[in-house]
Nanobody, 124 residues
Framework: VQLQASGGGWVQTGDSLRLSCAAS????????VTWFRQAPGKEREFVAS???????YYADSVKGRFTMSRDNAKKQVYLQMNSLKPEDTAVYYC???????????????????WGQGTQVTVSS
């Protein structure tokens, strides 16, 4: 599976951005696709996951501000980010797995397929 993340940029506090993740190869309707982010000097952290095209789960830090969606026909996954804060500044990655179980979706090690990352910078 190849993943290509895009849509990052430089915005101000309170602005919105929409990230996209284009998938190819073994992307199927039941694939689990997850967004992670990594700020400088910090570990990669879970942001949101759409588990097997069913429920979507969010980190507490983004709940109510970020919305994840997918278009299976286009093999695209999106992350709509509203009310952005400086602490959202990070490189955002999409990851995919056809085998991850629900209890492991927040663990980066559960994913073998990763996009290259897109930088999001939120200024105060």
């Amino acid at each position: 599976v190849q993943l290509q993340a895009s849509g990052g940029g430089w915005v101000q506090t309170g602005d919105s951005l929409r990230l996209s993740c284009a998938a190819s190869g073994s992307f199927v309707v039941s694939s689990t696709v997850t967004w992670f982010r990594q700020a400088p000097g910090k570990e990669r952290e879970f942001v949101a996951s759409n588990f097997r095209n069913a429920n979507t789960y969010y980190a507490d830090s983004v709940k109510g501000r970020f919305t994840m969606s997918r278009d299976n026909a286009k093999k695209q996954v999106y992350l709509q980010m509203n009310s952005l804060k400086p602490e959202d500044t990070a490189v955002y990655y999409c990851a995919l797995s056809n085998r991850v179980i629900l209890s492991s979706i927040r663990a980066p090690g559960s994913y073998a397929s990763w996009g290259q990352g897109t930088q999001v910078t939120v200024s105060s």
